[in-house]
């Protein structure tokens, strides 16, 4: 058995039987075309929320706690010296705490080093991850008390001093 196609008819032309009126390819074509639009649009979207999440409205405060009595010499790597003679709370990973005017914690970093400078001892310290907008931010060192910046001071950097 064999198969025979009819030729072509001298008016026919092959590229109006594919996209011609009378075919679906413009109804189609355009369902495609809005379809890709739309998910160029989506994906552009998205882009910019996660740019903007990911630029959440944070900053960083760092700073030096200085101890003038009260230090003794260190063994843990990194640290020259730590909190002795009543200052025991004061050495290698001490919490430091962010919070805000109302008493809400808002970040927490810790002490990261620090280096002996004579009789004085002098740390440092990092709070990553602090949301900008408070109207003051209490900084407060181990169980010490703490004491308020507004968010440019805070942001400039926090030295403290311990001790007479």
Do not use: K, N
Not at 36 to 64: K, N, Q, W
Not at 70 to 79: E, L, R
Not at 129 to 147: F, K, L, M, N, T
């Amino acid at each position: 058995m064999t198969i025979q196609f009819a030729p072509p008819t001298a008016d026919s032309d092959p590229l109006t039987e594919v996209c011609g009126t009378g075919t679906r390819f413009w109804p189609g074509f355009s369902v495609g075309l809005c379809a890709a639009t739309m998910t160029c649009a989506l994906l552009a979207t998205g882009s910019l929320v996660a740019d903007r999440v990911s630029d959440a409205p944070l900053f960083e405060i760092g700073g030096t706690v200085t101890l003038i009595d009260g230090a003794a010499d260190s063994t843990v790597p990194g640290f020259e010296c730590e909190g002795d003679h009543g200052y025991d709370d004061i050495s290698p990973s001490t919490p430091v705490r962010v919070s805000d005017d109302v008493g809400a914690l808002l970040a927490t970093g810790a002490l990261t080093s620090s280096v002996s400078e004579g009789d004085f001892c002098t740390f440092f310290f990092t709070v990553t991850d602090v949301p900008r907008g408070a109207s003051h931010y209490d900084v407060e060192i181990s169980h010490r008390g703490s004491v308020s910046y507004d968010e440019s001071a805070a942001e400039s950097g926090v030295h403290l001093t311990l001790g007479h």
